[in-house]
């Protein structure tokens, strides 16, 4: 196995202890004549290793998580889907893997509280233009959040606009500086 990036660590996380596993350094193949393409590299890996010039990188022995530590590990949202989990991870889970995932599920939980915030102080803000919220969201296609989108661009006074159709062409030009600029 070529060791690019980080993209073999899965991969020998399941084939470690089933198999004698070789990570090779990407550097060192790319240093040995010949061609080398994603179509063959398989099989010029497969020919420097047999003729013996690949030398196995250092990997560390890690430990491996077990049932009970998954539990522990994940949250209740995921609660339902621990049996999935342990089956795509077969048990080959290590220390920092568990740090990582404790992680990214704080980030989460974090994430998820400040959009419920944000979702509230916007519920807060439109409370004086509830009204015309509820009149916007009889539009096809338009719910409460596309709504407050378009209460926050254009407020509530559309005297600027000498017509719905100078509105709706300002409106298509936002979107098209919008979509520019992203």
């Known amino acids: 196995m070529e060791s690019t990036g980080g993209y073999w660590k899965p991969v020998w996380n399941i084939l470690e202890g089933q198999f004698d596993v070789i990570l090779a350094n990407a550097k060192q193949i790319k240093n040995v004549p010949g061609r080398k393409t994603d179509v063959n590299d398989s099989v010029w890996i497969a020919k420097l290793l047999r003729t013996g010039l690949i030398e196995r990188s250092f990997i560390v022995a890690g430990e491996t998580l077990n049932y009970q530590q998954v539990h522990k ?4 949202s995921l609660k339902k889907k621990i ?6 991870m077969n048990g080959q889970i290590r220390y920092h893997h568990r740090k990582m995932i404790k992680y990214h599920i704080k980030n989460l939980v974090h994430t998820e509280q400040l ?6 102080d916007i519920s807060d803000m439109i409370q004086p233009y509830k009204e015309l919220e509820e009149l916007l969201v009889t539009i096809p296609a ?3 959040g596309v709504a407050a989108v378009i209460i926050a661009e254009l407020g509530n006074d559309m005297s600027f606009f000498p017509s719905d159709k ?8 936002a979107l098209v500086i919008m979509k520019a600029l992203t």
């Open 73 to 76: 590990l994940v949250k209740t």
């Open 83 to 88: 049996p999935a989990l342990l089956e795509v």
């Open 115 to 120: 959009i419920r915030e944000v979702e509230n």
């Open 142 to 144: 338009i719910g409460h």
């Open 166 to 173: 100078h509105l709706a062409s300002w409106l298509v030009l």
